[in-house]
Every structure is written in structure tokens, then in C-alpha cells.
């Protein structure tokens, strides 16, 4: 429901509703039951990075992704349909990239501290193409670019909520958004870019803070 209603609100006048039985389930942090893990609380969340300087791609936010990724593995997710619940892994998050540039450099990262094997196996990385239709318990998304004004295919296509609205839905349970604290800090050119601009700052104003010094030194 905390994920949902955000973006019910800002792209379905409201009329989106969570089933009901997904209110039986839970993400906590062990067996012990104790609720202070990452992403325990459903909804959506964004991190600011300190990102400058990049249009397309963003090593800064490939090791957030990381971090955000070791915080989340280990925890406990409960369906409600079960007897207990089972203990996530990779095969339980998705990293969703804006670019297939961020896309190439979030994997490699993820290879190179063993998230992802040398045969492509372990976290699922890829644009919001190839996870239409996917979910998984957490979605993490990599905005990549410094400031949308200056992204390589216009700030209507990185903010665009179609996009976002696809992106952060492949959650189940929470969904996260690594992006720069300068991304929608510019002045629109368009009409479209502007309505990207209201959808991107509508969404993220909704989401809880996870503090990047925190993460990053997790």
C-alpha cells in the first residue's frame, strides 16, 4: 500500500489501489523479528548522491547500488502466505538504470564485488525495457545523470513518468531511487519537460531519506 498509493496519487487520479492481501507482508531484518533493516518499512525511498559531472553514466551511484544491495540481502520477507518467511537474495532485487551506459557500469561494478558472476548470474541490472512485466521484492533504480537538464536525451526522457511509474512499481515490498540532489534543478525547456520535472519532484517529495553517508559507508 505505501508503495502503491505515491503512485496512484500522481498517475492514476488516485483510483490505484494495493490488494489487499499484500498487506500480509514483511521485510525484516533477521530471524529474531527485528525490524531495523534496510528497506524494512514498505514504500519508496531516495538517496542524493553527491553525483557531478556525469550524463549518462555515474560509478558513485553503481557502489550507492551496492551498499543499498548488502543492506537489503540477509533480511526476512513474508508473504503472509506461508508459514515464516524465506531469506533474501540477489534472485529478490532488481536495479533498474536510466541508460544502458549506467546499465554497463552498475553491472561491471556488481561483478567486480561478486554480486554478479562471470556468467551474468546474481542481481538483474537492465533499463525499464527489460523489466516490463518483472517484479522482484526491492527495485533500485540509478538515475546516472548529474542534473536532468543536461542528460543526453532530454530531462523528459529521464524524468518522464511512464518511465518512473514502471521503474519504482517492479517492487513489491520498496522501491529505491539513487539519484542526484541536483537532478531536477534545472530550468525546463518544454512543456514535457516541465510536466517530467512535476512528476519527478511530486514522486520524490512522497519518499523517505536514506542518508548517503550512511549507505555509502555501510
Not at 521503474?167 to 539519484?179: E, I, Q, T, Y
Amino acid at each position: 500500500h505505501q508503495l502503491c498509493e505515491p503512485l496512484s496519487d500522481l498517475f492514476y487520479d488516485g483510483k490505484l489501489a494495493a490488494v489487499e492481501a499484500n498487506k500480509g507482508r514483511s521485510l525484516t531484518a533477521g530471524q529474531d523479528g527485528d525490524e531495523t533493516g534496510l528497506f524494512s518499512e514498505p514504500g519508496l525511498y531516495v538517496c542524493e548522491v553527491p553525483n557531478t559531472g556525469a550524463r549518462v553514466r555515474s560509478l558513485v551511484e553503481a557502489q550507492v547500488v551496492e551498499q543499498a544491495i548488502r543492506g537489503f540481502l540477509g533480511q526476512v520477507w513474508d508473504t503472509g502466505d506461508t508459514d515464516g518467511g524465506v531469506t533474501v537474495t540477489v534472485d529478490d532485487v532488481i536495479v533498474v538504470a536510466a541508460y544502458n551506459a549506467q546499465v554497463d557500469t552498475i553491472t561491471e561494478h556488481l561483478k567486480a564485488v561478486g554480486l554478479i558472476d562471470e556468467e551474468g548470474h546474481g542481481v538483474r541490472v537492465g533499463t525499464v525495457d527489460k523489466f516490463q512485466g518483472q517484479q522482484a521484492v526491492v527495485s533500485i533504480v540509478s538515475m546516472a545523470a548529474s542534473n536532468a537538464g543536461l542528460s543526453s536525451r532530454g530531462a523528459d526522457f529521464l524524468l518522464s513518468g511512464n518511465r518512473l511509474n514502471v521503474a519504482v512499481s517492479r517492487g513489491k515490498h520498496a522501491a529505491l531511487v539513487v539519484a542526484s540532489g541536483e537532478l531536477p534543478r534545472f530550468v525546463p525547456r518544454t512543456v514535457s519537460e516541465a510536466v517530467a520535472l512535476s512528476s519527478y519532484v511530486g514522486l520524490m517529495g512522497s519518499a523517505r531519506r536514506v542518508d548517503f553517508n550512511t549507505l555509502a559507508s555501510a
